[in-house]
């Protein structure tokens, strides 16, 4: 009874029989063993023993396994290459975000950097001006004070100054009327 691998690369060998996939290199490939072998050409069968039969079909699977496994790889290759062209691609792309990020993002602090700048100033500003109006405030309630002392101060010397010429006026019509009334 044959075991479940001869019978397993028969059914693999039928299955290529039934849908031939690069039956040119397989042909090649047989032609290649049957010289090794001895035999001329496929077509012309020698008699040959049951080892060297087994040993030909045994190589002959090997072969359809190792074309089978080379279509796998190669199919896995391409996929991979195609896998990795892609990754490069958008690892380029990422490359090209993440340096365009990086420089929006240093912009960006340069103008945080300079409105903190800006502001830090006028707040000095700000305050040199609330200290300037609180100068100028008490400059003006002194000069205020002032204006209205003086203003007190030049009432009292006006409200002297016509009653000393008010008095002095009196006198004067005093010593007339005396004058007066003497020449009458």
Known sequence: MPNWKDEYLAELLQAEK???VNMELVEACSQLVDRASGKKSRKEPEPASTSDDYTLTQLQRD?????????FFESRAKAAEAELAKLKSSSKNHDKTVRELNADRNKIMTKLKDRDHELREQRKLSSNIQDEMIALNLQLSVAESERD????ENRDLVERWMKSKG??????????????DASR
């Open 18 to 20: 039934n849908n031939p």
């Open 63 to 71: 072969l359809a396994e190792a074309l089978r496994s080379k279509g």
């Open 149 to 152: 002392r003086v203003k007190k």
């Open 167 to 180: 008095a002095e006026a009196d006198k004067m019509n005093i010593d007339n009327e005396a004058l007066f």
